[in-house]
């Protein structure tokens, strides 16, 4: 495990991509529907699935490990000129296939989901945002060094 948050994001993303190829787009969310209509628009297709860690709260373990808990938060958003509400439920149902009960990895817990709310940015833009409990290790700062024991002094009686 090199960076925990790197690699688990990386292996939801591809599960995710495998298991729901209507997605256009599966990416971390990084505020991209926010920027939707603005000079700069965000360069993602519809359907798609964006995905964060939020809320994480870490607590220590013995040799400087961490142990973190909270949300996996996955941010559906279906252009509603185009779909219908069974693409919209769909798309929940095949992620929620794909993730609920799934340890993706040493170091991780199994994702459960937690609760799941509907959003509306503007007319045209409708979005799931479904949370999952998620747990992650991170072992990164845990001293790996070799400790060498100090050898006894000795002590020069003919001084």
Known sequence: MNNVFVDFMNLVISRVQAAVPALQFVGQDFGQLEKIGSATPAAI???CALIDLR???WEDLPGN???GTGNLQIR???DAAGNNVNTY???EQAIHKAL???VLGNG???LLRRSSDSEQLSDKLHLRVVKYAVSLRDNSTVDNSTK???PNPVINKYS
């Open 89 to 91: 439920y769909a798309l």
């Open 65 to 67: 490990a961490q142990q």
């Open 76 to 78: 559906i958003a279906v």
């Open 55 to 57: 809320e994480i709260v």
């Open 148 to 150: 060498t024991p100090r």
């Open 108 to 110: 991780y817990g199994k």
């Open 100 to 102: 609920q009960g799934q």
């Open 45 to 47: 297709a519809f359907p």
